[in-house]
């Protein structure tokens, strides 16, 4: 059974499994940062048509809330905590004094050196030095093994970040139109939609949603930014999305005699508006801004431009549907003594924000891992040892550059011809 275990143990940590899970997790963030995320699933199957569905399916639309990653996740983490206990028993004992490499084996022989003046640089380097009976040994920077320790600490740190975010992290949407704001009390700070455009491709696609917006503080302070799907904009701890998109629709009932409007109401598809006097219910279908008739007679959209754009309008009457109309812009329904038109349409902008009390984690995993990162690279172990006028360097980076440096400043010669 003990066998078994280990050899369960030899695999979870292998290095091998950890760059294949790399890769795995590195092709799901490539695809979350391509493929717009959080989005309507009308917005795939119109942009990528029936890949779309498949996108869906695969839960490429919320790539880092889907099952796949998650479990990829948790995966790496089991790897890289097994990994890091495996390797930090060698290297504590690599950082202890007692811990002497096979500088005569692997490394770089300095020769011509005076005893007093070989001790007294690396004395001048803090290095920390061991006398001998016919010479000393020097060590720098033993911890420095370490370093390896420090960035896989960081990374955990940061995915158990990522988990507190997600269980701890409050999200919410509004729809906006241009000019319209929404206040955040405890943030003490106001948004404002300035202007919201949707950019599209040649043959008509969606390419894109852009946000203007101006963030009010307190003090009156404004700051105005430019959002778009994939370039968030974070103010005090709250981080805004481009999510969605949708049309709002302004419809007058007016009096015919007098030509006076009685009733005006904004409409989004799928909504309706119930007038009262009339006892008339009016139900918006859908607004097609550029109306095409598909083989079986039924009105389709062939895209978000404004090109032939349609109203698909059904009324009601005390809940009984009386007639159903296909009109244009300011194309009047007339209905007794009232004509119905929907005049024109604009887009709103739906935006996802969200506040994330996981910030302070992810941000300490990062200074541990910028921190591993230069104990590996600049703050590794160094060695030497002097007997009878030769010393003798090694460090396991930069093994022929640091014997180098000390034969410069020494003023000896390297007497082999070994380069790393």
Same mark, same amino acid.
Request: glycine fraction near 6%; include cysteine.
């Given at each position: ?57 695969? +839960? ?5 809330? +889907? ?10 983490? =089991? ?19 007692? *811990? ?5 084996? /692997?490394?770089?022989?300095? %020769? ?11 004395? $001048?380097?803090?290095?920390? =030095? ?22 896989? =600490? @960081? ?6 970040? @990522? ?17 319209? %704001? ?13 202007? *919201?455009?949707? !950019?599209?491709? !040649? ?18 302070? %404004? ?15 709250? $981080? ?37 006097? &009339? ?8 607004? *097609?801004?550029?109306?095409?008739? @598909? ?10 431009? !404004?090109?032939?754009? /349609?109203?698909? #309008?059904?009324?009601?009457? *005390? ?13 009047? =329904? ?26 302070? #984690? ?32 090694? &460090? ?23 380069? %790393?």
């Amino acid at each position: 059974m003990n066998r078994i275990v280990k050899k369960i143990y030899s695999i979870v940590s292998s290095l091998g499994v950890a760059i294949v899970l790399l890769i795995l997790i590195a092709l799901y963030i490539i695809i979350g940062t391509l493929i717009p995320q959080h989005m309507d699933a009308a917005y795939y199957t119109q942009r990528y048509k029936d890949v779309g569905k498949f996108l869906i399916a695969m +839960s490429f639309d919320d790539v880092y809330a +889907s099952a796949i990653f998650i479990v990829l996740t948790i995966l790496f983490s =089991i790897n890289l905590i097994t990994c890091t206990i495996t390797s930090l028993r060698g290297q504590f004992a690599q950082s202890k004094k007692t *811990f002497s490499p096979a500088t005569a084996t /692997h490394g770089h022989r300095i %020769e011509q050196i005076p005893l007093d003046d070989a001790r007294a640089y690396f004395q $001048k380097r803090h290095y920390q =030095i061991e006398q001998q009976d016919i010479g000393f040994t020097a060590s720098k920077y033993r911890w420095g093994v370490l370093g390896a320790a420090i960035t896989h =600490i @960081g990374i955990l740190i940061m995915i158990l970040g @990522g988990v507190i975010g997600a269980m701890t992290a409050q999200e919410a949407s509004v729809n906006l139109l241009p000019g319209n %704001e929404v206040s955040f009390d405890e943030k003490q700070f106001v948004l404002r939609l300035d202007d *919201f455009n949707i !950019e599209f491709d !040649e043959n008509g696609s969606i390419s894109q949603y852009v946000s203007d917006i101006t963030i009010i503080d307190e003090d009156k302070t %404004e700051l105005k930014r430019t959002m778009w799907v994939n370039n968030p904009v974070s103010h005090k701890g709250v $981080k805004f999305y481009q999510a969605s998109y949708g049309w709002i629709s302004y419809l007058t009932i007016t009096d015919r005699e007098t030509k006076e409007i009685v009733d005006e109401q904004y409409l989004r598809n799928n909504s309706n508006y119930f007038h009262q006097d &009339s006892h008339l219910t009016i139900y918006l279908f859908k607004y *097609f801004p550029e109306l095409a008739i @598909g083989n079986d007679q039924q009105p389709i959209n062939l895209s978000e431009r !404004e090109i032939n754009p /349609h109203y698909a #309008v059904i009324l009601y009457e *005390f809940g009984n549907p009386i007639g159903s109309y296909i009109v244009g812009p300011q194309e009047v =329904i007339p209905y007794g003594q009232y004509d119905i038109s929907f005049v024109h349409s604009q887009t709103y902008t739906g935006l996802l924000f969200r506040t994330d009390p996981s910030f302070v #984690v992810v941000s300490l995993g990062f200074i541990f891992i910028v921190l591993g990162m230069v104990v590996s690279f600049y703050l590794y172990p160094r060695f030497v040892s002097f007997t009878d006028g030769v010393l003798i360097t090694y &460090s396991r980076k930069n093994n022929w550059v640091f014997a180098q440096s000390v034969a410069r400043r020494l003023q000896g010669n390297i007497a082999d011809d070994k380069k %790393e």
